[in-house]
């Protein structure tokens, strides 16, 4: 089992920046790759950023590229999501999710993100 914890949620203005936190804990050792997603009212959840734990490749959106960031902390068992020129088509539930080395996935339980003037 997995367990996560998002924080760093909140409201921004348009062109601010946020970094989201998600700690894991628990079997960390099985963690093969962890990601954000995001869900927006009336949406479908769609995925945000992804990395690889070995090798450390990375994936964006086309939407986010240029402007998010993901990285990990290995000491902290933490994954962040550095978020830059927000705007309002961010504003959304954002949540982490992980998967493991026998494929099982485990999500965190969102954090709302709101860009808004």
């Known amino acids: 089992q997995v367990q996560l914890v998002e924080s760093g949620g909140g409201l921004v203005q348009p062109g601010g920046s946020l970094r989201l936190s998600c700690e894991a804990s628990g079997s960390i050792f099985s963690i093969s790759a962890m990601g954000w997603y995001r869900q927006a009212p009336g949406k479908e959840r769609e995925l945000v950023a992804a990395?690889?734990?070995?090798?450390?490749?990375?994936y964006y959106a086309d939407s986010v590229k240029g402007r998010f960031t993901i990285s990990r902390d290995n000491a902290k068992n933490t994954v962040y999501l550095q978020m830059n020129s927000l705007n309002v088509e961010d504003t959304a539930v954002y949540y982490c999710?992980?998967?493991?080395?026998?494929?099982?996935?485990?999500w965190g339980q969102g954090t709302q993100v709101t860009v808004s003037s």
């Open positions: 999710r992980t998967s493991t080395d026998n494929g099982q996935v485990y």
């Open positions: 990395l690889k734990i070995v090798g450390g490749s990375t």
